[in-house]
């Protein structure tokens, strides 16, 4: 599975983004599609996920009520609707996915595919 994101940018504090991240040449269906971040200096972070058949959602608890992560499936694309952004929501976000584990779903290590990362700023 091949992962294109895009829609990352520079943008001012309590403003919006849209992350976009497309499967290229196979689709999501039997995947858990997730997004992280890392902002430098620092780990790499857990934001947002989806079980893709079943649209069920997570989010850490730093981005809960400002981030949505949606679907598209006739486009093969998950989103990553971002509002009220915060200076420290500033990383490059990748968009990963994985097939069925019950391994935790927060865990980087745990996935297989990775988007290339697009980079959020927001500024204060």
């Known amino acids: 599975v091949q992962l294109q994101a895009s829609g990352g940018g520079l943008v001012q504090a309590g403003g919006s983004l849209r992350l976009s991240c497309a499967a290229r040449g196979h689709t999501f269906t039997g995947y858990r599609t997730g997004w992280f971040r890392q902002a430098l200096g620092k780990e790499r972070e857990f934001v947002a996920g989806?079980?893709?058949?079943?649209?069920?959602?997570t989010y850490a608890d730093s981005v809960k009520g400002r981030f949505t992560i949606s679907r598209d499936s006739a486009k093969r694309t998950v989103y990553l609707q971002m509002n009220s952004l915060k200076p420290e929501d500033t990383a490059v976000y990748y968009c990963a996915a994985r097939t069925y584990s019950t391994a935790s779903y927060a865990q980087p290590t745990t996935y297989d595919y990775w988007g290339q990362g697009t980079l959020v700023t927001v500024s204060s």
């Open positions: 989806m079980i893709w058949s079943a649209g069920t959602t």
